[in-house]
């Protein structure tokens, strides 16, 4: 066991794989919040839409 951490933290490329894995997890969980606050903003603002409409969806607009 002793050796796989000396291969991860003792090595240039150990160093970068090391990087880039906390990197990616570091993206991931961006974009995991980035998308829930989006998508909750996106649910507030039709719920305000619904409300200033008296209940019925808002109309289509000529939109498919």
């Known amino acids: 066991m002793g050796s796989a951490w000396q291969g991860l933290l003792g090595t240039d490329y150990g160093l970068f794989s090391l990087i880039g894995s906390i990197f990616m997890l570091g993206m991931g969980v961006f974009f995991i919040?980035?998308?829930?606050?989006?998508?909750q903003q996106s649910a507030?603002?039709?719920?305000?839409?619904?409300?200033?409409?008296?209940?019925?969806?808002?109309?289509k607009n000529g939109q498919a």
Request: positive net charge; hydrophobic residues 30%.
């Open 33 to 39: 919040w980035f998308f829930s606050r989006k998508i």
């Open 44 to 59: 507030d603002e039709h719920a305000r839409e619904l409300r200033k409409t008296g209940g019925e969806p808002p109309a």
